[in-house]
């Protein structure tokens, strides 16, 4: 308790933040803004550390060659942050829709229908679309796409429901249009829990990119695999805690984003 | 539209800036609903007055109100603005030349007070610097410092004071008529006079047309120039002037609904306007503590009212609280409660009761100094009220015919 006193005292500039959310909430994801970057640069460090010294056979330093890794990291980003474009531009305006009066009533389908997608085995979705449509990047985007937009949908919609609808008939009643409402008090409010299910939606997308090495789309998956089948386990290690620092620090990314477009004032 | 000039001191000759509301055979049915929540309603509303809905919960005064902003569409009916019939308009650009005010203020919580109020002057297209200006003259009118208040967010206020930003909103494009859906219902009770007294004020500067929907009678008949009390279905059970419906309620449920005890409600009616105020000796802040004693004590005064650059009451300290002090302070006691000359009677007990001085500062127009009121000016004014009351009920007995308006069920 006593250092719970002593962070509060520390820090009263950030009172607007913490009657935000609950205490130990915004305590707690606020040591997680400052501590996680640190951590992924710490380990990462580690990780160059130990690639320098370590005593790679020529296979081993083959694959974890420097260019190489740079351009599986970079294309393990690329599609994780393809996808999520695509996620975005589906499912928000799909959140958006199934808000609206008229098509209030399809909302459980579409959203029971995202649940499917995320449900079904995510490697099964991804080679079977591969089977369909052929190997190679578009397919990987399109799989993740399908497997990441219920997060985002289902947090549009949530959001948007837990818009006070008194404040959605005062702007009504004040002369504003529905697009008004809608991008000016409606879109606003519900921002932080769309934001959140953004995040959610980035996690479960960095991660799952490891798949799509098998269907020829790259990504940090490929170096696990690598691993695997050949029994290097540098390779395999490696590859895993890459991408789990990958996924560690979208998740800050996804962080920051939701801190910075957080509507002041809610 | 009438565009008064959007400076509140050009309009403070008291000119009606309001218009008339006419509603003839309004009918709204909801779906699935065999008896109409309002049937067949006919009123006329004449500009610049403040007309009070009141009535049983369900009696259709809320769905009266909005379908005049076409927030509900009536089913059938008629209602003209200005004499105008909103239903030829576009519904955004008529909700627009009609101001909204709602229950605890309904603020936008994302926006401070200044993009709370610029809302509908931005939607009319008005430049940013006229709607920076009209937004500080409005926080002006509503006594919230534009300094201070502009830039917040509506969860760094207090309920009054988002209250007033709400009545400000409801202002801001100077619409000829205001709706309010129980506008002070959410604040407790002091802050509640207080923003009524406000209201009254500065429906004295602008003189405009008022509608507003409330479930507390003494808030009635001390806001409303008329009282349209409803029955179920918006029957209109009586439509008059809050003395008619006092003195002569037109049936058994409007007897019932304004309650037992029509004497006492008669505080309700009377305004420390209708009193005799005293004069004490008053100070300026940063006057010359001795020089002030001197004149208080020469009048027989023992405390003196402190006022500030703008002749609004600040403090009341009492002569010895000045002792030992060079020039008059000027901090504001944030206690010190101050009636406006609008407060009723019933206002003006309860915040004697309170008061150290067992009176009451009264503040006229913008806050200004007018006097005090004591115990003494309320009792006496009750005293003859009553006697001219039970003059009259003698002399009126037998001729006693109440005024049976609109009360066919």
Known sequence: MSTA????????????????AKPGNARESRLLLFVLP?????????????????????????????????????????????????????????????????????????????????????????????????????????????????????????????????????????????AGVLFR??????????????????????????????????????????????????VLVSGALLVALLALLIDWAGRVLERVARPKGI | MTATSPNTSASANGDVSGVDIEMVDVVKTYPGMRKPAVDKLSLHIPAGEIVMFIGPSGCGKTTS????????EPTSGTIKIGGEDIRGKDVDQLRRHVGYVIQGGSLFPHMTVAQNIGIVPGLLGWDRSRTAERVDELLELVSLDPRRYRDRYPRELSGGQQQRVGVARGLAADPPVILMDEPFGAVDPITRQRLQDELLSIQEELRKTIVCVTHDIDEAIKLGDRILILQEGAQV??????????????????????????????????R???????????????????????????????????????????????????????????????????????????????????????????TGRRDEYLGVVNFNAVTDHIQATEQQLSEQQLSERPAGEAPEDGSAG
Not at chain 1, 86 to 96: C, D, E, N, R
Not at chain 1, 203 to 210: D, I, K, S, Y
Request: with cysteine; glycine share 8%.
């Open chain 1, 5 to 20: 006193e002593d962070t509060s005292a520390a820090a009263p500039d950030t009172a607007l933040d913490e009657a935000a």
């Open chain 1, 185 to 234: 008090i409606e879109l606003p409010l519900a921002l932080p829990v769309i934001m959140t299910g953004v995040r959610t939606a980035l996690v479960l997308l960095v991660g799952t990119a490891t798949l799509v090495t098998f269907i020829n789309a790259g990504g940090l998956g490929t170096l696990i695999v690598t691993g695997i089948t050949l029994f290097r386990y540098p």
């Open chain 2, 272 to 362: 420390i306007d209708d009193l005799e105020l005293a004069h004490p000796t008053t100070a300026k802040v940063g006057e010359d503590c001795a020089e002030v004693r001197r004149r208080a004590e020469a009048n027989g005064d023992k405390s003196v009212v402190v006022l500030d650059e703008r002749n609004r009451p600040v403090d009341w300290p009492w002569l010895r609280e000045l002792v030992g002090r060079d020039r008059i302070p000027g901090d504001v006691d944030e206690t010190l409660m101050t009636l406006d000359r609008r407060a009723t009677l019933n206002d003006a007990l309860d915040t004697m009761l309170t008061s150290r001085h067992g009176a009451a500062v009264v």
């Open chain 2, 237 to 270: 059970a009586q439509y008059d002037t809050p003395e008619a419906v006092l003195a002569a309620p037109a049936n058994e449920f409007v007897e019932d609904f304004v309650g037992a005890g029509s004497t006492l409600k008669q505080l309700s009616l009377a």
């Open chain 2, 65 to 72: 109100l909005k379908m005049l902003n076409r927030l509900i």
């Open chain 1, 38 to 178: 640190g951590v992924v640069a710490l380990v990462f460090g580690a990780w160059l550390w130990w690639r320098a010294i370590a005593d790679l056979d020529s296979i081993e330093a083959r694959q974890l060659e420097a260019g190489l890794i740079m351009s599986l990291i970079w294309q393990h980003i690329k599609v994780t942050l393809v996808s999520t474009a695509f996620v975005l531009a589906i499912a928000i305006p799909l959140g958006i829709a199934l808000t609206r009066p008229h098509f209030r009533r399809a909302a459980p389908v579409a959203v029971g229908i995202a649940n499917a997608g995320q449900a079904a085995p995510s490697i099964g979705l991804i080679v079977l679309l591969a089977i369909w449509l052929g190997f190679g990047f578009w397919t990987a985007v399109a799989g993740l796409t399908l497997y990441a937009i219920l997060p985002v949908l289902r947090n549009t919609i949530t959001g948007l429901q837990g818009v006070d609808q008194t404040l959605v008939e005062a702007g009504r009643g004040i002369g504003m249009s529905g």
